[in-house]
């Protein structure tokens, strides 16, 4: 069993940045792929960034890549989402989950149904 916990959410000025952490308890996480989703008012949850347990393989959405950088610190059992050049459009929610295959040399999990275990979410919201 992992459980997740998100912080670093706020408001910010388009253009700005924030750091968002996910703070997982249990003993294997440092195997799991980790993966950060977003979901805004009345949208879908969407994915946003993967990172493979040892951080060699990384994935990122389309409307991210470039201005967000995942990572994680296995001593750490935290996972974080460097978030730069924000826009009003990445306004949502944002959650990490983790992916319970262990070892995994793959980042590619992209759907909400392959990932088992989710935190309860920070909230990200930029004005224009």
């Known amino acids: 069993q992992v459980q997740l916990v998100e912080s670093g959410g706020g408001l910010v000025q388009a253009g700005g940045s924030l750091r968002l952490s996910c703070a997982a308890s249990?003993?294997?996480?440092?195997?799991?792929?980790m993966g950060w989703f977003r979901q805004a008012p009345g949208k879908e949850r969407e994915f946003v960034a993967s990172?493979?347990?040892?951080?060699?393989?990384?994935y990122y959405a389309d409307s991210v890549r470039g201005r967000f950088t995942i990572s994680r610190d296995n001593a750490k059992n935290t996972v974080y989402l460097e978030m730069n050049n924000l826009k009003p459009e990445d306004t949502a929610v944002y959650y990490c989950?983790?992916?319970?295959?262990?070892?995994?040399?793959?980042?590619?999990?992209?759907?909400?149904?392959?990932?088992?275990?989710w935190g309860q979410g920070t909230q990200v919201t930029v004005s224009s």
């Open positions: 249990g003993r294997t996480f440092n195997s799991y792929t």
């Open positions: 989950a983790a992916h319970n295959t262990r070892y995994s040399g793959s980042s590619y999990y992209i759907n909400d149904r392959e990932y088992d275990y």
């Open positions: 990172i493979n347990w040892s951080g060699r393989s990384l």
